[in-house]
């Protein structure tokens, strides 16, 4: 039986999508590139439209008024310095806090992956009824927080009910064996590498959802657009304007804004964080028992 140029197409389709959904292959990086393209138009196109109004209602204020656009452009251009500055300072906080959110992302994975590793290595000090199940679990609990990896991770209840099954899981039997021997420091040790796993998940957790506030970005486009647009109203009163650099600084300012923008996102975009310490730890562990 053959297949016609629908079916093909169709197959085709789901086979990308299957790649994509997993992160498989160029298909990812390729709408991540396109995505982050059509994010720096947008940017490009409210920025260029604020300078263009700005220049035209600068243009129209000089032909109805011709005596008093000079001194209105004198003035303008003291209100252009002020709120340039305001933006650059805006800019620079903002991306600051981008960056410093960034950083807290990245330092907790590597605080989680530490204490993965850790517990995971003192299960050999266990008893020999705990090792091999103890072991078991945490290897599923890192496919699980590799499974996170993701967007939207925070609204999928049964990833959330997973985590913490998990953790109960590698809990309970531990916590029941230190009860009947109260004596045993290795007990208690691996309980506290429970705590410290458990303890770096919430961390790890919180850090990837404490993105830049939502007014703060408002606030950063509108000042944006505002500065873009006092600069085409006084070119407007003025002679005329520089097309180049006009252009040259709405790609400026529309390329930072994308890039904070980016920063935020961690698994969205071109600048995400690197999964690649918690896929080598599950590699370790995917070899077998840790060395005693």
């Known amino acids: 039986m053959t297949t016609g140029p629908q079916s093909r197409v169709r197959a085709s389709v789901r086979t990308w999508w299957r790649r994509f959904a997993s992160g498989e292959g160029?298909?990812?990086?390729?709408?991540?590139?396109?995505?982050?393209?059509?994010?720096?138009?947008?940017?490009?196109?409210?920025?260029?439209?604020?300078?263009?109004?700005?220049?035209?209602?600068?243009?129209?204020?000089?032909?109805?008024?011709?005596?008093?656009?000079?001194?209105?452009?004198?003035?303008?251009?003291?209100?252009?310095?002020?709120?340039?500055?305001?933006?650059?300072?805006?800019?620079a906080f903002t991306y600051s806090m981008a960056i410093s959110r960034f950083d807290d992302r990245k330092m907790a994975l590597t605080h989680e992956v530490s204490a993965i590793e850790i517990a995971y290595e003192r299960t050999q000090v266990l008893p020999t009824d705990l090792q091999t199940t103890e072991a078991a679990l945490l290897r599923q609990y890192v496919d699980v927080r590799l499974d996170s990896a993701r967007p939207s991770w925070y609204l999928d209840t049964a990833l959330k009910a997973k985590t913490h099954a998990l953790q109960e899981q590698m809990w309970s039997p531990v916590a029941a064996a230190a009860k009947q021997d109260p004596q045993s420091n290795t007990l208690q040790i691996f309980l506290e590498s429970l705590n410290e796993v458990s303890a770096a998940q919430s961390e790890r957790d919180a850090?990837?959802?404490?993105?830049?506030?939502?007014?703060?970005?408002?606030?950063?486009?509108?000042?944006?657009?505002?500065?873009?647009?006092?600069?085409?109203?006084?070119?407007?009163?003025?002679?005329?304007?520089?097309?180049?650099?006009?252009?040259?600084?709405?790609?400026?300012?529309?390329?930072?804004?994308?890039?904070?923008?980016?920063?935020?996102?961690?698994?969205?975009?071109?600048?995400?964080?690197?999964?690649?310490?918690?896929?080598?730890?599950?590699?370790?562990?995917?070899?077998?028992?840790?060395?005693?």
């Open 26 to 91: 160029p298909g990812l990086v390729a709408v991540l590139v396109v995505v982050g393209l059509l994010i720096l138009v947008l940017a490009l196109d409210a920025s260029g439209i604020a300078a263009e109004v700005g220049y035209w209602l600068g243009r129209r204020a000089k032909a109805q008024s011709p005596a008093t656009a000079e001194a209105t452009q004198e003035h303008t251009q003291g209100v252009e310095t002020a709120v340039f500055a305001v933006l650059g300072l805006l800019l």
């Open 207 to 292: 850090a990837r959802l404490n993105h830049l506030p939502g007014s703060a970005v408002y606030i950063l486009f509108a000042v944006s657009m505002l500065a873009l647009g006092i600069l085409g109203y006084r070119s407007g009163l003025g002679r005329g304007r520089s097309v180049l650099g006009t252009v040259l600084l709405v790609l400026l300012i529309a390329t930072i804004l994308v890039v904070i923008l980016d920063i935020d996102q961690p698994y969205q975009g071109l600048i995400t964080i690197s999964q690649q310490s918690l896929i080598d730890l599950r590699d370790l562990m995917g070899r077998g028992p840790p060395p005693p």
